[in-house]
C-alpha cells in the first residue's frame, strides 16, 4: 500500500533568520498603526524618530542634486566630497583626525553597526554588549554567528558599565566592546574621565575591538560629547558610528557613516559592496549640505529636547512607580517599572512583565512604549520624548489614568 502518512513539513527559512528576532520598537509601531487603523487616537512614542522636519537648507540641497543629475551609482564608500566633510566634522567637534579612506558612508547608522560586527566578529567570539542597549546590537551579534556578553551598568550609576565590570567580563574570546553614547535607551552619557578608564581596560587586551555608537552626539543636555577613539592608545581599535538621522531629523534619508583604521574601513566597505553598495546619491548630497552648514540648526531641536525631557520628567515624577533616572542625552525617558508587576487589569488579565505593561498602556491609554525586554532591561519601558508638548502632557496624562487602575 502506499505510504498515506502526512508529508513532514519544514521551514525552508534559514536558521539565522529563524534564530533572530523582529525589532521590538519596529513592533510595537505596528500594533500602534492597526489599533490606529481602527480609529482609535494612539500617541506614538515607541519610536526613536524626531518630529521635526529636516531642515530647509538640506532639502534645497537635495533638490539641487536632482536638477544637477546626481542620479547615477556613488562610490561604495561614499561619494569623496562627503567624505572629506565626514572628516572635517570629525576635526572640528571630536578633535580626530581621520582621512578620507578611513569613512565608510552608509545605508543609515544602522548599516554602518552591521558592517563593522560583520567584518569583525567570528562564530564562537565574544562580543560584549554594555547593557541597557539598543534593540539591534544583539541581533547583529547572531547574525555574526557570534555569542553576545550583557554586561549590565547600575542605575544608581545611570546605567553605565564601569571599567572595573568590563575588566571582570573580558576572556580569551573576547573580541568586540559595542555601547552607545549618549545611550538609547536610558540617555546615559559617558564622561572622558569614564572612557578614559575603559580605554585603560582595552590597553591591556590588545584583541579587544570598540564599537562606539555616537549617533545621538548631538543631542547632549551635559556639555562635550567624548569619544572613545579620542584616547590614542586605543584609538585603532575603536570603529565610531555616526549619522545624520538623529541630530539632522534625517531619518528618512537612510545616511549614516563610520570612521575606522584603513583596513577595517576597507572591510567594512567590502562588506557593503555585497550588500548595498553605495547609499542613495541624493541623500549623499544633502548630507554635505548638512555638515556644511555646521550644527545650528542641531542645536535649537536640542533645546527643544532639553524642554521636553524636563517637561516629562516633571510629570512622572507623579506617577506613583515610576522610577525614572534623569536622561543627560537622547530623547528618552527610561523608568523602572517593576512596581507593577502581579497587578491586576480592569478585566482580570495580571501583569507579569514590562511587556504586559506596555501593552496594557497601549489598549487602555492608547499610547505606544517599548518593554525593556528588547534593550536588555526588562524591568524598564522605553518612552520617546520626541514628540510635541502637548502630546507629551497628554500621554502621559493618559498613562497615569490608566496606570491608577492596577
Known sequence: MPDTAAPVTTSPLSDR????????TIAMVKKARELMATGVDVINLSFGEPD??????????????LDDGYTFYTPVPGIPELRQA????FKRDNQLDFLPNQIVVSTGAKQALAN???????????????SPYWVSYEEMVKLADGVTVELRGTLA?????????LEAAITPRTKLVMYSSPCNPTGAVFSREELGAIAEVLTRHPQVYALADEIYEYINFVGEHASLAHFPEVKDRVITVNGFSKGYAMTGWRLGYL??????AAACEKMQSQITSGTCSISQRAGLA???????????????????????????KDIPGFNTPTPSGAFYIFPEVSAYFGRTTPDGSVINNALDLALFMLNDAHVSAVS????????????STAAADDKLVEAFRRIRASLAKL
Not at 86 to 89: L, Q, S, T
Not at 116 to 130: H, R, Y
Not at 372 to 383: L, Q, V
Request: aromatic share 8%.
Open 17 to 24: 533568520l529563524l534564530a533572530m528576532n523582529e525589532p521590538a
Open 52 to 65: 521635526f522636519q529636516t531642515p530647509q537648507y538640506i532639502k534645497d540641497a537635495a533638490k539641487q542634486a
Open 86 to 89: 565626514i572628516c572635517d566634522k
Open 116 to 130: 563593522a560586527v560583520l567584518s569583525l566578529v567570528n562564530p564562537g567570539d565574544e562580543v560584549i554588549v554594555f
Open 157 to 165: 550609576n545611570e546605567y553605565k558599565v564601569t571599567a572595573a565590570q
Open 259 to 264: 570612521a575606522a583604521r584603513p583596513d577595517i
Open 290 to 316: 548638512a555638515l556644511r552648514g555646521g550644527r545650528a540648526s542641531a542645536d535649537e531641536m536640542v533645546a527643544a529636547y532639553r524642554r521636553r525631557r524636563d517637561l516629562v520628567l516633571d510629570i512622572v
Open 372 to 383: 525593556g525586554d528588547a534593550f536588555g532591561a526588562p524591568e524598564c519601558i522605553r518612552f
